[in-house]
């Protein structure tokens, strides 16, 4: 039930004016003494001010030739430090298989996957009232839904947001798909919903969407695309495409979590 309340927002306090148009001028490169040893820059800012911070970082990097990914709280940033430090990512390697493959083959395979494993859902009902979309939350507390004191942004060789997994070797354990699936599925989507990765922390991955389905069979196919992608978010949060499809519609932001 707590996954459930967190995909649909519900129990959260709406952010602050303030805390929304917050400037990212208090934003800092991390002190080196107080933050793991990481393979690429680091960038410390204030939770309350991370989805501003990421915009202008995002911008101001993708003149540089790369991208800005929020990786969470010290505790979940050493995760992925350890790691990286443990296994050394072949970042040529996973692209070229990413560009090898695609989303399109991604999904036939992983569908007759969950056909024999018995995970596909049943049809649902459309949801008799508006469901909220999901909210970032990569920079809040899950408990209470207050901003963290303080979340890392990396900056990521890259200007191509959908190659991060690859350089974080993000993925390939129990059902998350392996870092060159997810370059290949997020470049698709990135070509047609405008998807841009927002933040990769462990277990969870997030996207910010210019271009969201804005129609209810494209939202119903979106969501059956994205329960490919990931069961979890289906099984253990909305229970069915039909509810996913809704907090889907219109909405700028993705949300994937995987046990």
Not at 64 to 84: H, P, Q, T
Not at 170 to 184: E, H, K, L, R
Not at 244 to 253: C, M, Y
Request: with cysteine.
């Amino acid at each position: 039930m707590g996954f459930l309340r967190r995909l649909l927002g519900l129990g959260r306090k709406e952010q602050s004016d303030s805390s929304r148009h917050a400037s990212a001028a208090s934003t800092a490169i991390a002190p080196a003494l107080s933050t793991p040893s990481f393979p690429f820059p680091l960038v410390s800012v204030p939770g309350a001010e991370a989805v501003v911070a990421w915009r202008r970082y995002q911008t101001e990097w993708r003149k540089e030739g790369a991208s800005a990914v929020v990786l969470g709280d010290a505790d979940e940033l050493k995760i992925r430090a350890d790691l990286l430090a443990s296994e050394p990512v072949q970042v040529s390697a996973l692209l070229s298989a990413a560009a090898n493959t695609t989303a399109a083959a991604f999904f036939r395979a992983r569908e007759a996957e969950y056909i024999e494993n018995e995970l596909v859902v049943e049809p649902g009902q459309w949801p008799a009232s508006a469901v909220p979309p999901s909210p970032l939350t990569a920079h809040t507390d899950v408990g209470s839904g207050q901003p963290k004191p303080v979340v890392y942004l990396a900056k990521i060789p890259t200007p191509h947001t959908w190659e991060v997994p690859a350089y974080l070797n993000a993925g390939g354990w129990n059902d998350c798909p392996d870092p060159a699936s997810q370059v290949a599925v997020l470049k698709y989507w990135h070509d047609k919903h405008g998807a841009e990765i927002y933040s990769l922390t462990g277990d969870v991955l997030e996207c910010l969407v210019t271009r969201p389905p804005s129609t209810r069979q494209a939202a119903l196919a979106l969501a059956q695309e994205q329960f490919l992608f990931c069961a979890d978010v289906v099984h253990q949060g909305t229970e069915s495409i039909e509810v996913l499809a809704a907090t889907l519609l219109n909405s700028e932001v993705w949300y994937f979590w995987w046990d």
